[in-house]
Every structure is written in C-alpha cells, then in structure tokens.
T-cell receptor, first 112, second 116 residues
C-alpha cells in the first residue's frame, strides 16, 4: 500500500462549484500535511499546510485533517477556471524528516 | 517564499550522455532537495544537498548516477549521468526556507528531460 493515496481524477466541475480533493495516508507518524498546486509546465506551488487535526482556512481554500481516519481534504469554494491545475497532497515521512511523501496528484478542470 | 530558478527548463538528450541541471535561489538556504517527477507518478526525492557535505541519497538513487554539488548556500547542481530513456522525467529542485521546525518546501519550475 502506498503511504499517500490520491485519486488522480481527472475531475471536471463547472465554475462556481465547491471542489473536494482528498487523500488518505497510512503512516501514523505523519503529523504535518501540505497541499501543493501545480500548473502545467510549472513546479508545485505551496497552497496550504497544517500541523494538526481540524480545519484551516485561507480565502476560498480550506484544508481539513482527520487523523483518526487518516484522511486529508482540500475544499475550494466558488471554483474559478484559474483553479484548473493538478493538486498534490504531501507529508514529511516523520517528525523532523525532510523527506516529503507525495500523492500522485488530482487533475482538476474548472469549466467556465 | 524564495525565487528558485532552474536551468535548463527543458532538454532533449542522446542516450549515454550526461546533463547538469542548475538550481539558483535568491536567498541563502540550508536545505536543498532534488526530486524526480515521472509521468503518472508521485514526486520522488532523489537526494538532499547540504552545503559543505556530501549529498544524502534516498533508496534507489546513487551518487554515480546522480552526482550533486552544493558549493554555497544559494546554488546546487544535479547531474544525470549516462542517460537512458528511463531517465526521461521532470527534475525539480526545492528548498526549505529557514524558520525552525518543519517548514514547507518551495519548488522551482523543473527541468523537463527527454532521452532519445
């Protein structure tokens, strides 16, 4: 079993929709979670990161972590065509580790 | 965040040759990392490059194939040696911005490498 699982999509939604992107992880040592956005032919861009369970909000984006079920989510409200990208979840392998374990990414298209 | 520049942005190379990829950061950073992103696969860490010491390689990656230099706190190179078509991939440099504890990594735009 991969340590971070992510549905690769593609996911296509109409403009203005609420988008839910999800990852599951298997390693209980994961304590710290990140979401990256990657546009075509660009490097991953950090969107959000969180240390703990619960929600963290930043504008139209909300990151949610449920450590009891090892489930992390990214919600995008009022989705825009400019949100069309691949979204990657990631976590350091363990406390103090610099090695990030990534999901394969979910490709999102927001249709005008 | 930091501005991270990678050169070249893309290249097409012949089998058996080597290519050196450069990563330049606009501020001093302690930790620099090299990743590989193959089509349909997760980003995979190749090695961690620390200034003044040998790079630390992850399982499955060796120095002879991927030699790394880190001459100062703003620059690193990754060489892909004796290339084969299986090395066709995107190679990404990332840095950890100093701040104490776990800090998120920031990425360059990558080098898209195709081997004929």
């Amino acid at each position: 079993q991969k340590e971070v699982e992510q549905d690769p999509g593609p996911l296509s939604v109409p403009e203005g929709a609420i988008v839910s992107l999800n990852c599951t992880y298997s390693n209980s040592a994961f304590q710290y979670f990140m979401w990256y956005r990657q546009y075509s032919r660009k490097g991953p861009e950090l969107l959000m990161y969180t240390y703990s369970s619960g929600n963290k909000e930043d504008g139209r984006f909300t990151a949610q972590v449920d450590k009891s079920s090892k489930y992390i989510s990214l919600f995008i409200r009022d989705s825009q065509p400019s949100d069309s990208a691949t979204y990657l979840c990631a976590s350091p392998t363990g406390a103090g580790s610099y090695q990030l374990t990534f999901g394969k990414g979910t490709k999102l298209s927001v249709i005008p | 965040s930091a501005v991270i520049s990678q050169k070249p942005s893309r290249d097409i190379c012949q089998r058996g040759t080597s290519l050196t990829i450069q990563c330049q950061v606009d501020s001093q950073v302690t930790m620099m990392f090299w990743y590989r992103q193959q089509p349909g696969q997760s980003l995979t860490l190749i090695a961690t490059a620390n200034q003044g010491s040998e790079a630390t390689y992850e399982s499955g990656f060796v120095i002879d194939k991927f030699p790394i230099s880190r001459p100062n706190l703003t620059f690193s190179t990754l060489t892909v040696s004796n290339m084969s078509p299986e090395d066709s991939s995107i190679y990404l440099c990332s840095v950890e911005i100093p701040g104490g504890g776990n800090q998120p990594q920031h990425f360059g735009d990558g080098t898209r490498l195709s081997i004929l």
